[in-house]
């Protein structure tokens, strides 16, 4: 089974809109945590933001906020105020037994978006 | 910081060679792990380690072998390379205890 799904595979968006990418998840471990990335067409990975299963306000980071839903099993990524610049692949991860260093990151299948001007 | 460093950015192979990923952390992270990506299918981690002298197997193991006897260095060994080992791989190292992973540039290889 899927730990991490992602069910969009492409997206559109206006520049200067908010725009919502999709993930959720799947783990019995009350431990986690959740994090995304932004791929570039250049392809390098940068990590954008963070989220605990313990942390209890949802996390943001500039323009970026994460939708935490627990009991849905969802993280979803707001980015406000799209740029041009945004126009990337997203991945959504997960790592299990996050207190300890033996946890494995786990990666959705990503999310394409493009910014219109 | 340099972050983390990998070579070479590009490699093309034979069938059946072998070869080394370099991969180098001036962070002073524990952690560090293997991922490939293929179109289509996200990251999947090969091998990771927890600290020197430690490693441990991920999704995607076989046909590959790592070992760790630095902190900053964790090289990627493919003993006999196959085709279906192309791909983009990155490594990643981390630290604190949100353990967010940091990154290299990655290595895009091509197996003939």
């Known amino acids: 089974a899927q730990k991490i799904t992602q069910t969009q595979p492409g997206m559109f968006v206006q520049e200067k809109e908010a725009v919502t990418l999709d993930c959720t ?12 990335y932004k791929q570039p067409s250049s392809g390098e990975m940068i990590f954008l933001i963070y989220q605990g299963s313990y942390d209890q306000q949802n996390a943001t980071e500039g323009r970026y906020s994460l939708n935490f839903q627990k009991a849905r099993k969802s993280a979803n990524l707001v980015i406000s105020a799209s740029q041009l610049g945004d126009s990337a692949m997203y991945f959504c991860a997960m790592r299990e037994n ?3 260093q033996g946890g ?9 978006l493009s910014v219109k001007p | 910081n340099a972050g983390v460093t990998q070579t070479p950015k590009f490699q093309v192979l034979k069938t059946g060679q072998s070869m080394t990923l370099q991969c180098a952390q001036d962070m002073n992270h524990e952690y560090m792990s293997w991922y490939r990506q293929d179109p289509g299918m996200g990251l999947r981690l090969i091998h990771y380690s927890v600290g ?5 197997q991920g999704e995607v193991p076989n046909g590959y072998n790592v070992s760790r006897s630095t902190t900053e260095d964790f090289p990627l060994r493919l003993l006999s390379a ?13 630290y604190d205890h949100t353990d967010t992973q940091y990154f290299g540039p990655g290595t895009r290889l091509t197996v003939l």
Not at chain 1, 104 to 112: A, D, M, P, S, V
Not at chain 2, 84 to 94: D, G, L, R
Request: one cysteine or more.
């Open chain 1, 98 to 100: 996050i207190y300890n």
């Open chain 2, 52 to 56: 020197a002298g430690i490693t441990d």
């Open chain 2, 82 to 94: 196959a085709p279906s080992q192309t791909s983009v791989y990155f490594c990643a190292s981390s």
């Open chain 1, 25 to 36: 998840y799947d783990t019995s471990d009350p431990s986690y945590g959740l994090f995304w």
């Open chain 1, 104 to 112: 494995k990151l786990i990666f959705g299948q990503g999310t394409e």
